[in-house]
């Protein structure tokens, strides 16, 4: 490890970097007992050996050998808070929104992370509920429904925590078990696998044994190893009987079509046809986006363009343009009983954006609350390739390979 170190170290003081060693913590574990005896240093700076019982605070958890997890500073500084939103001169469903905003998530990273007993997570949700039923002018015998039930049913939203660490214990085990990196996949898998032969008299593991075990099914044996996947295991024993149908399961991906509906078979599916022409129109235009709506009946021809900015007059001018174009195709899906809209996204060249592209864009189905980004995703694009094109026209040097997947899917050859 020294050595290790010591090649850091080096690296760091090529760059101009410099350690805190005060910051830093070594554990050495032999036998399941902390040594003191081994010194390790970084860029000559002595780093602190933790003993038995010792803790390091990782991003407000405590961690160490045979320590309690439980952040006590962070649950005193929650019912803190608490008790001051309580006493403010907010309107009731401010309190509320407040405690869900500010309060509760403070405890997410930790239910996440942490190991943490649940008479602790129990004090701060009888503090919450106590509260709830304060700022519902309620008595404290009334039923706690009202605390957990979701706003829009008249309640205040607040889960209890005890609940929400069970579903942090099976997120946890979910994104170990499912993650995009290989090796991180493999070793979980194979820890998984481990667990569960200690429980199960199984000479060949599947993986539907390994989702009997997470789900908490009955084992022949009894292991009283701790790990995240006995944790995932417990919590969805307890959750199975608050939420209905909570059970591990595994899909093979050849069976996908039986989970996925397929585009344009479902009853109320939407179809999104890019550059193509539209079936039984008999018409060879290709607008840039058709979305068909085979319940409602509707359908929105939008087409893509990017005028050079010769004022606003030119990207009003292309507006009218594509809409003049499309305007037999449209007529076209009328007669089908289709109600049309028809419209474009005009940018220009330079990156000037139409205010009209707002109603286009809401015609796609883009939310109100995602316009904003999706404009400047469209103009830095615009910008973007208009620069590689003028830059292209200067060098004689192609600035963008022949094939450039958007990312949609599809593959636009230039």
């Keep these: 490890m020294q050595e290790i170190l010591d090649l850091v170290g080096r690296a760091a003081s090529w760059l101009g970097m410099e350690f805190n060693a005060r910051k830093c913590a070594t554990l050495h574990v032999k036998t399941r007992k902390a040594r003191k005896d081994t010194d390790t240093y970084i860029q000559e700076q002595p780093i602190p050996t933790f003993d038995h019982g010792d803790t390091y605070q990782h991003l407000g958890v405590p961690t160490g050998l045979y320590v309690e997890q439980t952040p006590e500073d962070t649950f005193k500084k929650m019912i803190q808070d608490l008790k001051a939103v309580e006493a403010s001169l907010l309107t009731p469903w401010q309190k509320l929104d407040a405690i869900r905003t500010f309060i509760l998530p403070q405890a997410q990273f930790t239910l996440l992370t942490s190991n943490i007993k649940k008479s602790a997570l129990e004090k701060i949700d009888k503090e919450i509920k106590r509260a709830s039923k304060n700022i519902f002018n309620l008595p404290r015998r009334a039923s706690p429904e009202v605390v957990f039930i979701p706003a829009s049913q008249g309640g205040a939203n607040l889960p209890p925590l005890s609940d929400l660490a069970d579903i942090g214990s099976v997120v946890r085990a979910f994104k170990m078990i499912t993650c995009p990196d290989r090796t991180v996949r493999e070793i979980a898998e194979a820890s998984l696998r481990q667990t569960a032969a200690a429980v199960l008299e199984q000479k060949e593991l599947t993986f ?47 069976f996908w079509s039986l989970t996925i509906p397929m585009p344009g078979r479902a009853p109320d599916c939407t179809i999104l046809r890019i550059e193509k022409t539209v079936p039984g129109s008999n018409s060879r235009e290709k607008p840039d986006l058709v979305v068909l709506d085979e319940k409602r009946k509707r359908a929105s021809i939008i087409d893509i363009a990017c005028p050079f900015e010769n004022r606003y007059e030119a990207l009003e001018a292309k507006r009218e343009e594509k809409i003049r174009k499309y305007s037999p195709l449209a007529d076209v899906l009328k007669t089908n009983g289709y109600q049309v809209d028809v419209d474009a996204v005009v940018v220009g060249a330079l990156g000037t954006w139409d205010a009209y592209n707002d109603r286009a864009l809401a015609l796609l189905g883009i939310p109100a609350t995602k316009r904003n980004t999706m404009k400047k995703l469209i103009v830095s694009d615009v910008i973007r390739w208009s620069r590689d094109i003028y830059v292209e026209h200067v060098s004689r040097a192609r600035q963008y390979k022949e094939d450039v997947v958007i990312s949609l899917g599809t593959v636009a050859s230039h």
């Design 208 to 254: 539907q044994h390994l989702c009997s075990y997470l789900s908490g099914d009955q084992t022949p044996k009894y292991s009283r190893a701790a790990t995240i996947w006995s944790a995932a295991r417990s919590a969805a024993r307890r959750l199975s009987s608050k939420l209905t149908g909570l059970r591990w399961s595994w899909s093979e991906a050849k």
